[in-house]
Every structure is written in C-alpha cells, then in structure tokens.
C-alpha cells in the first residue's frame, strides 16, 4: 500500500474513532460532572484527533512535499505530548488508575518518537523504511495506545480510577 492510501484510510478511521468516542461520552452525562473525568475524556479525544490530523498532512504533503508531513508532525506531536504529560501529572492526585496513568504516559512516548521522525526523517534509513512509513507506525502505535486508554476507562471503576496507587 502506498503511503498516500495508508493515510487517507487512517485518517478516516480516526474521524471515525473520534464520533464514537463523543457517542460514548454524550451516552454518559455523568462523567461531564467531575473535572478529573473530563480530562481523561480529552485525552482520549486528543489520541484518535491528533493522529488523524497527522493523517491528513500526510496525505497532503506525501512523498512529495515532505516539509508538510513533517512539520505537522512535529508541532501535533508536541502539542499531545504537552497535553498528556499534563493529565500524567494530574492523573496521581485525581487517583487514576495506575495502568491508565502508564498508557498515558506511553502514549507520550510515542508522541516524542514521531516529532524526532519528523525533525529527521532520515534516522529511518537503517530499517530500509522512509521517515513517512516510520510515521505511520508510530502512528498506529499511537491508536492502539488510545485504543487502550478507551478499554481502561471503560473497565476501571469511577471511570478510570482506582485502588492501584
């Protein structure tokens, strides 16, 4: 599959992931009512938003325009890391569940290994794959990642919280 496809087919399904997920939320007005909640909710929000939009800039900028794709990765993958390096230092006094805190934290370190792919593509070389594939794995990564977050917030008692301090 050529890259161009691959990120078309990703963003969409991001998109996708992302209406569910505001259904799941519109489902459950009681966890609009603790402000610890609503922030996991954003961040699970931010892990299907963000890589979509790192999605569409790849698919504009491809192969071609790489300056594109690599920009947007940088400044997108900069502002999930911020952001979700914030819910990890929150999370502990909100009593966040501790395996949920790990996949947060996780997911920062995605977000950071696809800014460095996108500050130099070329250290993708030694894997025979170009910095835009590299990308896309990171990227998948990321999802799973946020898969996981939905999976711990939806199984964990209160909503992600927990007795796993």
Known sequence: MDASTFYALFSATCFTLTGLWWNVVRARTDWMADTAIRRTIGGVYLSFLLP??????AQVGGTE??????????????????????????????RTARALRWTQLGTVVV?????????????????????????????????????????????????GRGGDE
Request: glycine share 10%.
């Open 52 to 57: 979509a939009l790192m999605g569409l800039f």
């Open 65 to 94: 325009s790489p300056l594109i794709w690599r920009l947007s990765f940088v400044v997108i993958s900069v502002v999930g890391a911020v952001s979700m390096l914030r819910l990890v230092s929150q999370a502990r006094g909100d």
């Open 111 to 159: 977000y950071a290994a696809i800014a460095v792919i996108g500050v130099a593509p070329q250290i993708a070389a030694p894997l025979g794959l170009s910095g835009i594939q590299v990308g896309a794995l990171l990227l998948i990564v990321l999802v799973a990642l946020g898969h996981a977050l939905v999976w711990r917030f939806m199984v964990t008692d209160e909503a």
